[in-house]
């Protein structure tokens, strides 16, 4: 990932939060044929005294993804956080000097790393468990997989087969305008706070975050 000093974030546990609050991922391995792309929600496991880091999926099976994996290098897990453009408008600088382009703001996270698969029913049937615990979480009446006929979930196990990544290494990209000054990061929050857009605001708050964490 290309990311310049002043963007780059490499702290493990604001890498896993992200991950943890993004989900979805597109999944990219490299294969014989070329690239296989898959685009999965994955369960971030923080490394303990057993093993290390990994990051599990699920794909239906016949989805080439998994077949590829014989004789794979590593493959990439890319989580892409709250994005938005910026409009040069928003800049106080505009009006002074006018030497302002637009740029696009981002956050986003790489998990490198081989990936291996998992098919057996207990793994499977705890993956997919963890997977709706996480989503479910805080709703008033969370769904559980055994709200659902157990035959029901044995057939549609049968039909998917696990992925596996273990973390090599993690790198992340918070592109939020730290470059610019003051006023014109302020110009850029009122802009983006008064979109109707609620990836927009969504970038906003993630620049307010980043000014509080310098500033503290």
Same mark, same amino acid.
């Given at each position: 990932?290309?990311?310049? /000093?002043?963007?780059?974030?490499?702290?493990?546990?604001?890498?896993?939060?992200?991950? %943890?609050?993004?989900?979805?991922?597109?999944?990219? /391995?490299?294969?014989?044929? *070329?690239?296989?792309?898959?685009?999965?929600?994955?369960?971030?496991?923080?490394?303990d005294?057993?093993?290390?880091? @990994?990051?599990?999926?699920? @794909?239906?099976?016949?989805?080439?993804?998994?077949?590829?994996?014989?004789?794979? *290098?590593?493959?990439?897990?890319?989580?892409?956080?709250?994005?938005?453009?910026?409009?040069?408008?928003?800049?106080?600088?505009?009006?002074?000097?006018?030497?302002?382009?637009?740029?696009?703001?981002?956050?986003? +996270?790489?998990?490198?790393?081989?990936?291996?698969?998992?098919?057996? %029913?207990?793994?499977?049937?705890?993956?997919?468990?963890?997977?709706?615990?996480?989503?479910?979480?805080?709703?008033?009446?969370?769904?559980?997989v %055994?709200?659902?006929?157990?035959?029901?979930i044995?057939?549609?196990?049968?039909?998917? +087969? *696990?992925?596996?990544? /273990? +973390?090599?290494? #993690?790198?992340?990209?918070?592109?939020?305008?730290?470059?610019?000054?003051?006023?014109?990061?302020?110009?850029?929050m009122? *802009? #983006?706070?008064?979109?109707?857009?609620?990836?927009?605001? #969504? @970038?906003? %708050?993630?620049?307010?975050?980043?000014d509080?964490?310098?500033?503290?």
């Open positions: 990932m290309y990311a310049p /000093t002043r963007f780059r974030e490499e702290r493990a546990e604001i890498l896993a939060q992200a991950i %943890e609050t993004i989900v979805f991922a597109n999944l990219v /391995t490299p294969a014989v044929d *070329g690239l296989v792309v898959s685009h999965v929600p994955m369960v971030f496991k923080p490394a005294d057993r093993r290390p880091a @990994v990051l599990e999926s699920h @794909v239906a099976r016949p989805n080439p993804h998994w077949r590829a994996l014989t004789g794979a *290098g590593q493959s990439v897990a890319i989580f892409q956080g709250p994005q938005a453009y910026i409009s040069p408008a928003w800049y106080p600088s505009k009006r002074e000097h006018g030497k302002v382009v637009p740029t696009w703001t981002y956050i986003a +996270v790489h998990a490198h790393g081989p990936l291996s698969t998992f098919d057996g %029913e207990g793994d499977l049937s705890r993956h997919l468990k963890e997977l709706t615990a996480l989503k479910e979480r805080g709703r008033a009446e969370p769904w559980q %055994e709200d659902a006929p157990a035959h029901f044995e057939g549609l196990e049968r039909a998917i +087969v *696990g992925l596996r990544m /273990t +973390v090599d290494r #993690l790198e992340g990209a918070w592109k939020l305008n730290q470059h610019k000054s003051e006023a014109d990061r302020v110009g850029t009122a *802009g #983006l706070d008064a979109s109707s857009d609620p990836r927009d605001r #969504l @970038v906003a %708050e993630a620049m307010r975050q980043a509080g964490e310098r500033a503290s």
